[in-house]
């Protein structure tokens, strides 16, 4: 654990942490970029959720969605990532101590098993259901995926309440 | 007058509800960000077909059809957790010119978009599969994908920014 605190005040102390703390418009920009990205994450994601548990785009094979979608996603999630990692370095003491920042870290990788097992175990069985009512292990994939993605977004809203100052 | 409509709103019962839990502004927020999720998930996808960039093999009229009622109910919650926002703290918003900035945009985009689906709809030539509209519509789509990205740019900036000369904030 020291071994962790010693990284992470070392981190703090370095020019890019310093010179994106002291910027009145650096973190701000970064966020927005931030903010756009993850949108698009969010918005993209949910698109297929709402696919895999039957309530939309139901005229679409839930697959093709995905060939279309995914690589939007990823793009987006790229971009969040990075822009999310410098607003990290801007304050990685104050945001290691955060319960909703080490929540949304959490959730994170929650959301990227739950995904894990869709690609590796659910999806071979919408091969056999193109269209139409998806199977219960898919309703259930899309179902995890829309809860976790919707709280990641309100505990990355709550960091910025909690870390004022 | 905006700064009097200011000062009623804040006295309002509502008002001292939004601004005086702790919880409440988060959730406000969170609410409005996953609504922008939705609308700006349709109008990417939907600008992204008339570029020609994906859904290629499918008509445009169906992609946009799928994309009308969440679109519509995603607008409604965006006004009201907007409107919300004002409420819980009002010299925040009302007098930053980047809110009104914002406002402008957001008509504007909602306007070109509904004009353009109208046109696309009139001539179904230009929305089959494999087809891409005439470079008018192509050019409009390209300009919204930046028009959204600059009212999300301006909509956190809000939060940023500072009143104007001589405003109550």
Redo the contacts between chains.
């Keep these: 654990m020291s071994m962790i605190g010693g990284a992470i005040d070392w981190l703090q102390a370095t020019p890019l942490s310093t010179t994106i703390r002291e910027s009145d418009l650096l973190f ?1 920009t970064i ?2 970029v931030h ?2 990205a ?3 994450v ?3 994601i ?2 297929v959720d709402l696919r895999l548990m039957g309530l ?2 139901k ?1 679409r094979p839930a697959d093709e969605l995905i060939e ?2 995914l690589p ?1 996603t990823w793009i987006a999630f790229a971009v969040a990532a990075a822009a999310g990692l410098l607003l990290f370095c801007s304050k990685p003491i104050t945001y290691t101590q955060n319960f909703f920042f080490l929540g949304k870290m959490l959730l994170l990788v929650l959301a990227a098993a739950n995904m894990g097992v869709f690609h590796l175990v659910v999806q071979k069985s919408l091969a056999t259901a193109p269209i139409g009512p998806p199977p219960l292990t898919a309703r259930a994939s899309g179902a995890i995926s829309l809860a976790l993605w ?1 709280t990641i ?2 505990f990355g ?2 960091i ?2 909690t870390t004022l100052g | 007058m905006l700064e009097a409509f200011a000062a009623w709103i804040g006295k309002t019962p509502l008002s001292a509800f939004v601004a005086g839990q ?1 919880w409440v ?3 406000i ?2 609410t409005h ?2 609504a ?3 609308l ?3 109008a ?2 939907l600008q ?1 077909r008339v570029l020609g960039v ?2 290629k093999r499918h008509p445009i009229g ?1 992609l946009a059809a ?1 994309f009308v009622k ?1 679109s519509a109910a995603a607008i409604a919650v965006l006004a009201l957790t907007g409107l919300l926002m004002i409420v819980g703290e009002p010299d925040r918003a009302l007098f930053r010119y980047v809110f009104w900035v914002k406002m402008a945009l957001v008509a504007a985009a909602i306007v070109v978009s509904a004009l353009m689906l109208r046109g696309l709809s009139a001539t179904p030539a230009w929305t089959d599969a494999g087809v891409a509209p005439p470079l008018l519509y192509r050019g409009l789509a390209g300009a919204l994908l930046v028009v959204w ?1 600059a009212i ?2 301006a909509g ?2 809000i ?2 920014a500072e009143g104007w000369p001589g405003s109550p904030t």
């Design positions: 701000p966020e927005c903010v756009i993850f949108v698009v969010v918005g993209t949910s698109v939309a785009s005229t279309e979608l939007i919707i977004v309100a809203r709550w910025g309440f | 702790d502004m988060p959730a927020q969170t960000i996953l922008i999720a939705v700006v998930a349709g990417l996808l992204l994906i859904e169906p799928r969440p990205v999300i740019i956190r900036w939060g940023y």
